[in-house]
């Protein structure tokens, strides 16, 4: 018998030939991004600013006495596949149901039983962010896109305001109701809408605003400017005061509503471990502030040069930003802004809502198709020398 042999033809490529050209090829796409993205970090208009040194100036970083970090361990996901990105969670006592708002534009009730049945309720036809609950059982909404909502219980919607000192609201963010009636709530930034919110933060301008609204007047007051992504706001117990955040500063400040300070701001408290979102009283003594990321060195870095905070926007803009967020979760202070436990998990991102209600902690975010729910007595926060 013969033995048949293959040869290539001498026009035909040989395998370290194909290889060669397949690297060839590699490196010239890599060069072309890299020069076609200097190009438009060169010449695009988009220019954040520095920060300020104050705002810069290193800040001690706080022992966390209490830690659980492994939160997705042990938890259940609540509503999966009906709740598509459901960024603030409000808890009604009354018929023992959470609400929640979702990307679709639906704000969903869900039951607190095992079963944890899900009714679409409303659709507010744009972007629903922060809940609040009125004396009366109705429901107003920070939405993203249409401003302050008032539901009623039978689901009837009353856009109440959607601007202020002449401005629109850029991203309608959060929303709590003081017992005198008083809406106070945040537009996140009059400059740019929810899903450009990136480009806000990397810009490094303050273009959000604290706000309140009376009912009794459909009067809208700008209460303080010139924040830096303004997000979630909480009274104080004693109605006092209130806490709204700032994301980028990584802080929570009081502006004091009645009493000796009126008027006043002050740092409630700073140097987060992670950007706040939104902030939630337990009513047993404890703020539950949510973190959609943990504080990174990059960010740090980021926070100091602006080029590199143009890069990123550009990224955002034209290509797609690398996603650097982790360990997110939630930090749980005392009324004095003490710092008393954090649960997060590395595998977590954009959690954007953490509130205790009974033995359970509930985690909202603002990508994921479901609410995450963990039992708080058999998972707690621990102490660092027992903590795994």
């Known amino acids: 018998m013969s033995k ?7 026009d035909s490529p040989t395998p370290s030939t194909t290889t060669r050209s397949w690297h060839l090829g590699l490196v010239l796409s890599a060069v072309i991004t890299v020069v076609i993205a200097l190009l438009l970090v060169h010449f695009d208009t988009y220019d954040p600013a520095p920060y300020s040194s104050d705002e810069l100036a290193k800040k001690p970083v706080f022992e966390v006495p209490r830690a659980n970090p492994l939160v997705l361990h042990g938890s259940e996901k609540i509503g999966e596949g009906r709740l598509l ?12 149901v959470i609400y ?33 609950l009125g004396h009366s059982g109705e429901v107003y909404v920070a939405d993203a896109l249409k401003g302050i909502l008032k539901i009623t219980k039978n689901g009837e919607i009353e856009a109440l305001t959607d601007e202020a000192e002449g401005v629109k609201f850029g991203t309608t963010d959060a929303v709590v109701v003081a017992k005198s009636g008083i809406l106070y709530f945040t537009d996140a ?30 009067k809208t007051k700008v209460i303080a400017r010139d924040l830096y992504y303004a997000n979630g706001v909480e009274l104080s117990p004693e109605q006092d005061f ?14 004091y509503i009645q009493g000796e300070k009126e008027g006043l701001i002050d740092i409630f408290i700073d140097r987060l471990p992670g950007m706040p979102d939104n902030i939630r009283y337990d009513g047993e003594g404890h703020y539950w502030i949510a973190t959609p990321t943990e504080h990174t060195y990059e960010w740090e870095l980021a926070r100091k040069y602006p080029y590199i905070r143009k890069f990123l926007g550009i990224l955002e803009k034209y290509l797609r930003r690398p996603s650097v967020e982790k360990n997110s979760g939630t930090v749980v202070v005392d009324l004095d802004g003490n710092v008393v436990a954090r649960y997060y998990d590395p595998e977590l991102k954009l959690v954007t ?36």
């Open 100 to 132: 929640t708002g979702c990307s679709d534009g639906w704000i969903k009730r869900v039951s607190m039983n095992h079963d944890s049945v899900v009714e679409d309720w409303v659709n507010t036809g744009g972007r629903p962010l922060g809940l609040a």
């Open 4 to 10: 048949s042999t293959h040869s290539s033809s001498p």
């Open 85 to 96: 990105g459901p960024e603030d969670i409000l808890y009604d006592p009354k018929l023992g």
């Open 189 to 218: 930034s009059w400059k740019y809408d929810l899903p450009n919110f990136a480009l806000d933060l990397f810009e490094g301008r303050p273009y959000g605003r604290l706000m309140s609204y009376d009912p009794s007047t459909s």
């Open 242 to 255: 209130l806490i709204f955040c700032e994301t980028p500063m990584m802080r929570c400040s009081r502006y």
């Open 353 to 388: 809502t953490g509130i205790k209600i009974k033995e359970h902690l509930y985690l909202a975010n603002l990508v994921q198709p479901f609410i995450i729910r963990l039992n708080l007595t058999q998972y707690p926060a621990t102490a660092p020398s027992t903590t795994k």
